[in-house]
Structures are given as structure tokens and as C-alpha cells.
């Protein structure tokens, strides 16, 4: 057959088999037990009735459904007509990078502050995507791996529910956030892949400036988005007196620097984005995955699924094994 093709050829080795059985089949009909009585010799010029001269039915029946399994394990492939892949099954790799420096509580966006509104997010865009792999970094002054790459959203939210701002070095670490991201997802082999950066502040820290982090994206075809959240300027935020360990809220200068977030989307082909509020941030974060979506959906192409005769020939091979076995007990049936 044109373009016929076996998954795996070895086992037709074992076609070897079937003359070595054919020897063995043809040798025990030639002993078949019977009894002599003298004077008939004559018998022998008696014209043989059908059944005798039919009696190689049933071996060769065994010997060719010994060939079909033996093709069947084989795997024989024939190829069908390309079709259209589609790859809407498939999810993505996001890496979020996540700001908790003690600026994301200034309480800026409604009706919580920055860090919660970014958490309540962030807990949508998983209930959302349940065939997407996330990653969760957190930064500050330096920047960690919270949770790698998982499609366990469970872990992700339990995650999520413990973070708090402050918590680490303060500074905004922008560069080594998307740098500690991309190791993330760069050996991934997801046809969509992104950094998701979101930060409410200058970066001031870090051993990664955020242009070289960008440049390493862009070779690695990652892009990133950033999401610039709360109104910049002055905002509240919570002080804790050392004096007697009481939280107040004192109003405090909070820079920000729209233009280097939007030129790291620029480097990688992402889009920057600013929320001042809980909703901007989600429809911030869902603008991102309908781009992925749409760039994953690019990839597409033509595929072919070969058409399996496996089943087909095993079938067959058993059927000829038991039409073997049923007559050489039956009508083909030798009798001493």
C-alpha cells in the first residue's frame, strides 16, 4: 500500500516464527498414530474423500493468523488527508511577578489596598484558567520564586492568601522580578509563554537592571506586561510606631515610572497597562491572556493523525486462530 508505514518494525522479526511453525505443523501430521491391519494395502488405491484431501486448511489457517498478529504488533500506519490543528485545548505558561514592597498597602484602590486588590485578581484570573500553568514570583528589594510552574491551583491560592506586603527587603527590584520569571518559563515548551509584572513603583534595587532583563526576554520571545497599579503621587499608607507598636497611617510620596514599564512592553512585544482600581487591575490581567490566546491560536497549522490498522489485523488474526482451531476439532478432526 502507498505510504504504508510501521510504528515498530522490530517485532517483525518474529515473522521467523511462522516457517518454524510450519515445520513443526507439517511434522506432526506426518505421525499421526494408526493402527495397521494386514492385507489392506489396498486400501491405499481407494480415491480419497474431501476431507483428507482438505486437511491443510486448518494449519495454514494458524500459520496465517500467526502472520497477521505478528504484522498487527508491528503497528502498520497508512497516512490520511492533513487537517487543521487547532490549539484552543491547549493552556499557557505565566509567570506572575508580584510587587510586595511596602508601598502595595497604600490604600489607593478601592475598596482595599494595593496588595489585596492585586490578590483578589489574582485568584479570578485562576479560577479563569484552569488549563493555564502559573508561576508565582514575589519581589521587593530581591526577588523569589513563591510557586514554579504548576496547573495545582490549589497551591497557588493557599499561596496567594499568605502574602503580605512588607514582608520582604523593601526596594522595588524590578529587574531581577523579570529575570527570576523568565527562569520560570524559559524551558517550557508551551507555545504561549509571558511575564505578567505587576508593581506599583519605581525600580530602585535589585543586580538586574530592567533593560537588560527586557533584552533577555526578547531573545527568549517572552514578553512582558506590565501592570502599573494605584494612582501614583501621595498615598496612605500604614506606619507602625516603634514607639509603642501601634499602626498608623501617615501620607507619603509614591514614585512611579510609567515610561520604563512601558518600555520594557515595548522591548518584549508586551503592553503595558495601569490600573487604579480593583476592576482595572482584572480587566488589565484578562487583557494579557486574550492577547496569549490570539498568539497561540497564530500557531496553528495543518497535521495528520496516520491511521492505525492495529485492531483491524488482530482481529483478524484471532478470527483465523479460532476458524483454525474449530475445524481441526470438527470436521478436519484426525482419528486414529
Known amino acids: 500500500m502507498p505510504g504504508l508505514r510501521f510504528h515498530d518494525p522490530a517485532y517483525l522479526a518474529l515473522l521467523a516464527l511462522v516457517p518454524l511453525l510450519a515445520w513443526l505443523l507439517l511434522s506432526r501430521r506426518g505421525r499421526v498414530a494408526a493402527i495397521a491391519f494386514p492385507g489392506a494395502g489396498g486400501l491405499s488405491r481407494l480415491p480419497r474423500g474431501w476431507r483428507v484431501r482438505l486437511t491443510w486448511v486448518p494449519p495454514v489457517l494458524l500459520l496465517g493468523g500467526l502472520f497477521v498478529a505478528v504484522v498487527a504488533l508491528a503497528r502498520p500506519q497508512l497516512p490520511t ?7 484552543t485545548a491547549e493552556g499557557l505558561d505565566i509567570a506572575v511577578a508580584l510587587d510586595l514592597s511596602s508601598s502595595m498597602e497604600a ?43 504548576t496547573l495545582d491551583h490549589g497551591v497557588l491560592l493557599q499561596a496567594i492568601d499568605k502574602l503580605q506586603a ?21 524551558d517550557s515548551e ?15 534595587a535589585g543586580r538586574l ?12 520571545h517572552v514578553p512582558v506586561f506590565p501592570i502599573l ?25 509614591a514614585p512611579v515610572n510609567a515610561e520604563l514599564l512601558q518600555q520594557l512592553a515595548t522591548l518584549t512585544h508586551g503592553r503595558f497597562q ?3 482600581d480593583r476592576a482595572d487591575l482584572e480587566r488589565g490581567l484578562h487583557h494579557v491572556l486574550d492577547t496569549m490566546d490570539k498568539t497561540r491560536l497564530s500557531d496553528g497549522g495543518a497535521t495528520s493523525q496516520p491511521r492505525e490498522l492495529f485492531g483491524g489485523l488482530l ?3 484471532l478470527g483465523l486462530a479460532l476458524t483454525s482451531a474449530s475445524l481441526g476439532g470438527t470436521v478436519f478432526r484426525v482419528k486414529p
Do not use: C, H, W
Open 166 to 186: 512588607g514582608t520582604l527587603e523593601d526596594g522595588t527590584a524590578i529587574g531581577d522580578a523579570i529575570g527570576v520569571a523568565l527562569n520560570r518559563v524559559r
Open 229 to 253: 497599579v494605584g494612582s501614583g503621587g501621595q498615598a496612605r499608607v500604614p506606619v507602625r510606631d516603634d514607639t509603642d507598636g501601634r499602626v498608623r497611617y501617615a501620607t507619603v510620596e
Open 190 to 204: 508551551a507555545k504561549g509563554k509571558a511575564v505578567v509584572l505587576i508593581t506599583d513603583g519605581d525600580s530602585n
Open 107 to 149: 490604600l489607593d484602590m478601592p475598596p482595599a489596598n494595593r496588595i489585596e486588590a492585586a490578590k483578589a485578581a489574582l485568584r479570578d484570573l485562576i479560577a479563569r484558567r484552569p488549563n493555564d500553568r502559573l508561576a508565582l514570583i514575589v519581589f521587593s528589594g530581591k526577588a523569589y520564586t513563591q510557586v514554579p510552574l
Open 81 to 87: 488527508s492533513p487537517t487543521q490543528r487547532s490549539l
Open 274 to 276: 495601569r490600573a487604579t
Open 315 to 317: 482481529l483478524a488474526a
Open 209 to 220: 537592571t530592567p533593560k537588560d532583563a527586557a533584552s533577555l526576554a526578547g531573545e527568549l
